[in-house]
Nanobody, 122 residues
Framework: QVQLVESGGGLVQPGGSLRLSCAAS????????MGWYRQAPGKQRELVAT???????NYADSVKGRFTISRDNAKNTVYLQMNSLKPEDTAVYYC????????????????WGQGTQVTVSS
């Protein structure tokens, strides 16, 4: 079993910064892509940013230039540095990981964290 544990959410004023972390643990071979998604009340979950194992990043247009995704493969951890936060960034942020496991064969499965609340408000 694989667990993703997020941390770093909270309440911040507009223009402020937060750094989210997500650490993977459990039994697996390696992790391919890791990323962050968010879901605001009444809206569908949307992609925020993803990073390949090699570090190539992809961002939603709404966060480009403000958010930076990074990862530490040795620690199986992904980070999201969020700067210049806006009220519309308010959402529950979820970590996602594409985990490769070896049992009787090699397989890849998506895992999700429990989510961390980010609230941007004055």
């Amino acid at each position: 079993q694989v667990q993703l544990v997020e941390s770093g959410g909270g309440l911040v004023q507009p223009g402020g910064s937060l750094r989210l972390s997500c650490a993977a643990s459990g039994s697996f071979f390696l992790i391919n892509a890791m990323g962050w998604y968010r879901q605001a009340p009444g809206k569908q979950r949307e992609l925020v940013a993803t990073a390949t194992r090699g570090g190539d990043a992809n961002y939603a247009d709404s966060v480009k230039g403000r958010f930076t995704i990074s990862r530490d493969n040795a620690k199986n951890t992904v980070y999201l540095q969020m700067n210049s936060l806006k009220p519309e960034d308010t959402a529950v942020y979820y970590c996602n990981a594409a985990v490769v496991q070896i049992t009787t064969d090699i397989s890849q499965k998506d895992y999700w964290g429990q989510g961390t609340q980010v609230t941007v408000s004055s």
